[in-house]
Each structure stands twice: as C-alpha cells, then as structure tokens.
C-alpha cells in the first residue's frame, strides 16, 4: 500500500507556471510508476503524464506534451508535475497516481493508487 497527498495547485494566469508535489508514504516508493490525470468539470479524467520507477523513462498526454515535465526524487518519495504555458483548458483537479510496476501506463485502470486531488484553475 501506499498514501499519496498532492500540493501546488492554485490559481494562475494563461501563460504561467505551476508545480505540483506528490508526496507518498507507505511501501518504498521507487517501486512504483507513477503518473499525473486531471478531470475538468463535467468531462472524464485524462491521463496527463507518467514516469518510471526510476525515472528514466517518462510520457505524456498529447494535450500537455512540451509544456509540462514529470520528474521524480526517490530520496524524498515525491514526484513532480511543471506546469508551464498553462490555458485556460488545463482547469481542472488534478490526481497523483500510483502502480506497483516498471511500465508506462496511460489508463487510470493501469493505476491502483490515487491521491485526493489538487485544483488548478487557470483564467484567460
């Protein structure tokens, strides 16, 4: 098992920056991939990122790509999400996930953990 608790969410202008930790306590956290959804009202929850046990190897939402990073710091059992260039249609709650696996997953079925979510709000 493992508990996961989001911060750094808040509110920002179109065109600026965010990061948000995920902090995790539990199981030893460099034996998870982990990954960042977001749900938008009224929409369904989207993949966002995710990244590997280690970190060498990270994806994205196509919406996201090249403007957002995930990174890692095992030694402090968090994981990161910079937010760049941020629109207005990145509004949204956005979740911290967990799997107890090496793999790249984009499918919230791939991830068993979840944290309670963190709002962003983005105004034009």
């Known amino acids: 098992q493992v508990q996961l608790a989001e911060s750094g969410g808040g509110s920002v202008q179109a065109g600026g920056s965010l990061r948000l930790s995920c902090s995790a306590s539990?199981?030893?956290?460099?034996?998870?991939?982990m990954a960042w959804f977001r749900q938008a009202p009224g929409k369904e929850r989207e993949f966002v990122a995710t990244?590997?046990?280690?970190?060498?190897?990270?994806g994205y939402g196509d919406s996201v790509q090249g403007r957002f990073t995930i990174s890692r710091d095992n030694t402090e059992n968090t994981v990161y999400l910079q937010m760049n260039s941020l629109k207005s249609e990145d509004t949204a709650v956005y979740y911290c996930?967990?799997?107890?696996?090496?793999?790249?997953?984009?499918?919230?079925?791939?991830?068993?953990?979840w944290g309670q979510g963190t709002q962003v709000t983005v105004s034009s």
């Open positions: 996930a967990a799997a107890p696996a090496d793999y790249i997953g984009t499918l919230m079925n791939d991830y068993p953990y």
């Open positions: 539990g199981r030893t956290f460099s034996t998870f991939s």
């Open positions: 990244i590997s046990q280690n970190g060498a190897w990270s």
